[in-house]
């Protein structure tokens, strides 16, 4: 039976995303202070972990920051207040979705079922690694971590399946619709301009590190592309092992 950590100072709002939690298939483990969140996720194994942004001892962000340290279990955070700053923020130290109060708790596991979705979609197959090269980058996903000429490029986990994506597919152009639903779901509320963000972001972190002459191109009127020396994009290449 998977496993989910629901974490929020309300114990009413506890009480009903668990029973609806359970309804799905989940077990269920509550926390009510980030500090218990923590403690409990290193020491169960989850499949979903639902964090309220606003908690004692720890917020939400913190506790998704220090999860991300250690694990790629999807997080979705809840929180009372819905500006864009914050959104992004949550999306930008790895949440996988985000949910404001009031909501429904139908949608809170709609959201749920959508993130999984997508992680199996996109995932990495246990037991195996998948790694791509594309001249002096390398990308694993299955570690989520990535590299020029070895030294590491601290990336989030958003942004290593954003590199991922463009990077496995040389020359091609992804719209930022296309791009939004394959890493954030059909069901995701925000617009394009979370794209845009991320990919500004991750030029920056890539480009503070000399490399290679690949690069992550605009295409004005229609999306981004990654582009290699060559055309053909021959010289990008995966690994699975």
């Known amino acids: 039976m998977p496993s989910m950590l629901i974490a929020d100072d309300n114990r009413q709002i506890t009480d009903i995303l668990s029973e609806y939690a359970k309804k799905e298939g989940f077990s269920v483990t509550r926390a009510y202070d980030g500090e218990e969140a923590l403690r409990l ?3 169960g194994a989850y499949e979903m972990v639902l964090l309220d942004v606003m908690m004692p001892k720890k ?5 998704c920051r220090n999860i991300r340290e250690e694990s790629n279990v999807p ?5 009372a207040r819905g500006e864009d700053f914050e959104r992004i923020m949550g999306l930008d130290i790895g949440a996988d979705d985000y949910i404001v109060k009031p909501f429904s708790p139908n949608e809170v596991m709609a959201r749920v079922r959508a993130v999984l979705r997508r992680i199996e979609r996109t995932g990495v197959p246990k037991g195996s690694s998948q790694i791509l090269r594309a001249g002096d980058l390398t990308v694993d996903l299955d570690s989520f971590t990535a590299s020029i000429s070895g030294t590491d490029v601290a990336l989030t986990k958003k942004e290593i399946e954003l590199l991922w994506t463009l990077a496995s597919s040389p020359g091609r152009v992804f719209t930022r619709d296309t791009l939004l639903d394959l890493l954030w779901g059909a069901d ?3 617009d394009t301009r979370t794209v845009d963000s991320h990919i500004k972001r991750l030029r920056q972190k890539l480009d503070a590190h000399s490399h290679g002459p690949w690069e992550i191109k605009t295409i004005w009127g229609m999306g981004y592309r990654f582009e290699l020396p060559s055309s053909s994009g021959k010289d990008a290449g995966h690994e699975t092992q």
Do not use: H, Q
Not at 59 to 63: A, L, Q, R
């Open 188 to 190: 995701y509320y925000g």
């Open 41 to 43: 996720f290193r020491a």
């Open 59 to 63: 917020d939400g962000f913190e506790v």
């Open 75 to 79: 997080v979705i955070l809840i929180t």
